[in-house]
């Protein structure tokens, strides 16, 4: 049984065979599959069972082998993996084709991605039934240049193009090079792979390179193209050449000695009459304009150096660092550079400024000179509280470096307030704008006379001055209404503060203020912000008292001291560990020599800087140069040398004893040159903006030249010697070319 089974299998095989082989396509010949630019194609096909008529249906089962392509160089065959597939033109494909009946069938291919004639097989169950040809074509090549279509021909370059290849199949070229009716064809194909990029050897291309055409006042540029014929199957239609327009640059030496043979000869004649006229026509004014400049700085030196003890330490500083500065950007762009105008007029414009400030500055001194003289015999304290108010307004601006216009009047304004207090002060004139605050003053006060009588009985006569003031104030009484409404507004201020903090009545009974005290004595602090305010009771009476300017101005710190709640007990306990908790801050830093630094001390907690307790003592800056001593929690300070320096602070209480610390308060700093000779005189550093503008010079030096160039040589041409030598400078002298670029502004070249 197995073997009949075998046999009658092989024989149903036999006949399939047979059967098989009676289909046939219907069209003769076989239409070529036509490849579109991605590789895609499809034709129709009708597909004849050619059978007698009483043969059995066949079956059908189409299937199409892989391409076969034939290499154009070397016709070696290789398999292009496609994808084929077929169906039915309408409804679905039968199972079976009965004889004499045929059947629309439809093939479609993807992948064919190689260029020219392929094969393939159109097979039913294996068996071959007809050879397929598919074609694809290459026009348009999408081939372009790679950046730039330019070509160099030089001694010392490889001359050569780059083109990409925008479509997604290979392609295989010869070039050519066609410039001035010459051509050159390469040797070797060019592949270029699918959607990348090759370059081109165009070495074997020679165009003309003469010396006078191309090895004198420049090379020569001629237009050219690039000619890329499609290397082909044979059975492959013939394409057009790819044709890409080219730049072509021919060069007779290299580079360097292109440039030497150009403009050494003539150019170096031609600039040296044009660094003549640069002398001329730009050293000798700008030299002129910086030795004007340079008396007019030394008048401000001398003027400020002339201004009395009453103007702040740093603001001298600041200012003496200013003017120094103007010396230093003069010599930031060398004098024979065209720039050097615009930076004298920049710095003479910033010298204005300062001048400005300078003037400022002087009247602020002399204003708060005249205001310590009148204080001596008698000045409304608020008045000199005022006073100090504007100079410090009319000052301050000048720490930013730069003010506008309307910043100095500003600056103006709150100096002309102080020298018109201080006039009035002089004269006798009335003050209206004192009269005012002297009368709202004591409007506030009056609701309280009877509880600040009853709490300060020894302020009691002040207080009843206050209830018979009159309405109208003379001039002559300005120095004891404002005294006594000033010392009545601290009580008044004293009493609330005490109230809010929790007293039923103020002041409390003896013994309250007593235990406060005594704790105080003890070393133990107080319990509450009452308490710790009650420590000062005593003190904050005896400041308020006496009608001096000072002793008012201690209390009014007082009594900030007990708003804020921070006494100097605090601040006492962080400068007395075993390494004071003060930290000095310098900005900015590294430290350069002639530049002005900002130092200052601050608490390394930082809840404590910024409150009024602090006012309770001055810091005394020694910065290890031999230069006089610093006042302030911030002050401005310029090194002349540059070197190790040590920074020392010490500080004193109110009454000018020294505030004892168990090591000392210092940093270390180590201030560099920066722009100070070794001999201590500022040293010529060219800025960036000289770099560019030099650099900007020898482009226009050399743009000028060229444009002469051919002027001169033709006027030289017939001459030889010193009659040569003369022209050629004499031309560069005068050029108009050179001139104008010269007095041009960087944005107009």
């Not at 129709?44 to 160089?73: G, R």
């Not at 509450?528 to 300017?549: G, H, I, K, W």
Request: proline share 7%; with cysteine; net charge neutral.
């Amino acid at each position: 049984m197995p073997n009949r089974n075998i046999l009658r299998a092989l024989v149903c095989l036999f006949w399939a065979g047979l059967l098989q082989g009676q289909l046939k396509i219907v069209e003769n010949p076989v239409p070529d599959l036509i490849a579109d630019k991605s590789g895609n194609a499809s034709i129709t096909l009708t597909i004849l069972n050619s059978s007698p008529s009483s043969s059995t249906p066949i079956p059908l089962q189409f299937s199409v082998s892989n391409f076969t392509y034939t290499l154009p160089d070397d016709k070696k065959t290789y398999e292009v993996a496609t994808n084929a597939t077929v169906t039915a033109v309408s409804g679905g494909l039968p199972a079976t084709l009965a004889a004499n009946a045929s059947v629309p069938i439809r093939v479609a291919v993807s992948g064919l991605t190689d260029i020219g004639k392929s094969t393939a097989q159109l097979r039913n169950s294996g068996s071959d039934i007809a050879e397929l040809q598919a074609l694809r074509t290459a026009s348009p090549f999408n081939v372009q240049t790679d950046g730039s279509n330019e070509v160099t021909f030089a001694p010392d370059s490889t001359p050569s193009i780059t083109v990409k290849n925008a479509d997604p199949t290979p392609y295989q070229f010869k070039w050519t090079l066609q410039s001035n009716g010459k051509s050159w064809t390469g040797s070797m194909p060019v592949n270029v792979a699918a959607s990348g990029s090759a370059s081109i050897d165009l070495s074997e291309a020679k165009p003309e390179d003469g010396f006078w055409s191309s090895g004198t006042l420049k090379g020569t540029v001629t237009d050219g193209k690039l000619l890329l014929d499609p290397q082909l199957p044979d059975n492959a239609p013939p394409q057009a050449p790819v044709v890409l327009p080219l730049k072509i640059h021919v060069r007779y030496w290299g580079s360097g000695g292109q440039a030497f043979s150009t403009f050494f000869f003539t150019g170096i004649l031609l600039l040296a009459g044009s660094l003549a006229s640069l002398l001329f026509r730009y050293f000798v004014p700008n030299a002129l304009g910086a030795i004007k400049f340079r008396r007019q700085v030394r008048e401000m030196e001398q003027k400020l150096n002339g201004i009395g003890k009453s103007l702040p330490s740093q603001y001298r500083v600041l200012l003496a660092a200013e003017f120094a500065a103007c010396r230093r950007r003069l010599l930031e762009i060398p004098m024979v550079f065209p720039a050097f105008s615009d930076r004298l007029t920049e710095i003479q414009t910033n010298a204005t400024m300062y001048n400005q400030w300078l003037e400022i500055a002087y009247s602020v001194s002399t204003t708060l000179d005249d205001a310590q003289r009148i204080l001596q015999t008698g000045m409304p304290p608020t008045i000199m509280k005022w006073i100090e108010e504007k100079c410090s307004e009319a000052l301050e601006p000048i720490e930013s470096g730069f003010t506008k216009p309307e910043e100095l009047q500003g600056m103006q304004a709150a100096l002309t307030s102080a020298v018109n207090y201080v006039k009035a002060l002089k004269s006798g004139s009335a003050i209206t704008d004192l009269e005012a605050e002297i009368k709202g003053r004591e409007s506030k006060v009056r609701p309280q006379l009877t509880p600040l009588s009853e709490a300060f009985p020894e302020f009691a006569q002040l207080l009843s001055q206050v209830a018979n003031a009159p309405a109208a104030i003379s001039a002559d009484r300005y120095f004891e209404r404002d005294t006594i409404s000033t010392q009545a507004n601290l009580l008044s201020a004293y009493r609330d503060l005490g109230v809010r903090r929790g007293a039923a009545v103020f002041p409390p009974p003896a013994q309250a203020v007593g235990v406060a005290v005594g704790a105080a004595g003890r070393g133990l602090p107080p319990p509450n912000a009452l308490s710790r305010m009650l420590e000062l009771d005593e003190t904050f009476r005896s400041y308020v008292r006496p009608e001096s300017y000072e002793s008012l101005r201690t209390a009014d710190l007082f009594l900030s001291e007990m708003e804020q709640d921070y006494y100097p007990r605090l601040l006492l306990a962080e400068i007395g560990k075993p390494k004071p908790a003060l930290e000095i801050l310098m900005a900015p830093s590294p430290v350069h020599a002639f530049e002005p630094i900002r130092f200052s001390l601050r608490f390394e907690r930082e809840d404590l800087n910024g409150r009024a307790a602090i006012r309770e003592f001055d810091c005394k800056w020694d910065f290890g140069d031999k230069t006089d001593p610093e006042l302030g929690w911030d002050v401005y300070h310029s090194f002349a040398e540059a070197g190790p320096r040590t920074v020392t602070v010490t500080l004193t209480d109110l009454k000018g004893n020294p505030v004892a610390t168990k090591a000392p308060i210092e940093r270390p700093i180590d201030v560099s040159a920066g722009n100070i000779s070794a001999h201590g005189r500022q040293r010529r550093r060219v800025s960036p903006e000289a770099k560019v503008e030099g650099l900007q010079l020898a482009f226009v030096l050399v743009i000028a030249l060229a444009g002469v160039y051919t002027t001169a040589r033709d006027k030289v041409e017939t001459m030889a010697g010193p009659a040569a030598v003369l022209t050629l400078i004499g031309i560069g002298f005068g050029a108009d070319t050179l001139k104008n670029l010269l007095t041009q502004k960087p944005g107009q070249q």
